[in-house]
């Protein structure tokens, strides 16, 4: 089935400083991803839709100059928390879809953020 | 746009017994149900999914049914086991459109 790889799996950063997140998805293209923000007991965020080659989407509320997404290649969306503070500690997770499987998005790993 | 209950938050169960995990969506144009599995620090996995041209689907213990009329489906897992305890979401989708996921079930299994 497809394969979403995240990197990294856990991060710990000074306030201030800006940290970046890997989604590749391994054995297809995928021309969508989508980041989410889940916090502790709760459901999954959407943040993005990142988009292969132009514009991510952002969901009301999420600051785009706080989460650039790029989504250069067909393989690879990421997000970059800048200028970090405690309150962007989180659980950062990507998924995507292999449109030739008949089924659901599969996710990464998840990146465990920890700003201090 | 879609909006996903989902009903308990929490669920308490000795193992052996069945659980049994409720969602209702309002979107009568969505057509794909997936569930998903959540281990505690881990990705979410695809357990189950239902499309809107059937009523029922059953993997092992698993089964998914779906009420279109009521808008409506549910996670049943028979003879539950440890291994079972986790956080399962449902999602509802129209096409390939991105799923709305419920707040999540807290499934705890008692040995």
């Known amino acids: 089935g497809a394969v979403v790889s995240q990197h990294p799996s856990r991060v710990i950063c000074k306030s201030g400083t800006s940290v970046k997140i890997e989604c590749r998805s391994l054995d297809f293209q995928a021309t969508t991803m989508f980041w989410y923000r889940q916090f502790p007991k709760q459901s999954l965020m959407l943040m993005a839709t990142s988009n292969e080659g132009s514009k991510a989407t952002y969901e009301q509320g999420v600051e785009k100059d706080k989460f650039l997404i790029n989504h250069a290649s067909l393989t690879l969306s990421t997000l970059t928390v800048t200028s970090a503070h405690p309150e962007d500690s989180s659980f950062y997770i990507c998924?995507?879809?292999?449109?030739?499987?008949?089924?659901?998005?599969?996710f990464g790993s998840g990146t465990r953020l920890t700003v201090v | 746009g879609e909006n996903v209950e989902q009903h308990p938050s929490t669920l308490s169960v000795q193992e052996g017994d069945s659980a049994v995990i409720k969602c209702t969506y309002s979107d009568s144009a969505s057509n794909y149900f997936p569930w998903y599995k959540q281990e505690l620090g881990k990705r979410p996995q695809l357990i189950i999914d239902?499309?809107?041209?059937?009523g029922e689907k059953k993997d092992q213990r698993i089964a998914v049914t779906l009420n279109k009329t009521a808008k409506h489906f549910s996670l049943h897992i028979t003879e539950t086991q440890p291994e079972d305890s986790a956080v399962y979401f449902c999602?509802?989708?129209?096409?390939?459109?991105?799923?709305?996921f419920g707040r999540g079930t807290s499934l705890i299994v008692h040995p």
């Open positions: 998924s995507a879809r292999d449109l030739k499987e008949n089924h659901g998005y599969t």
């Open positions: 999602a509802a989708s129209r096409g390939s459109y991105i799923p709305t």
């Open positions: 239902i499309r809107s041209n059937v």
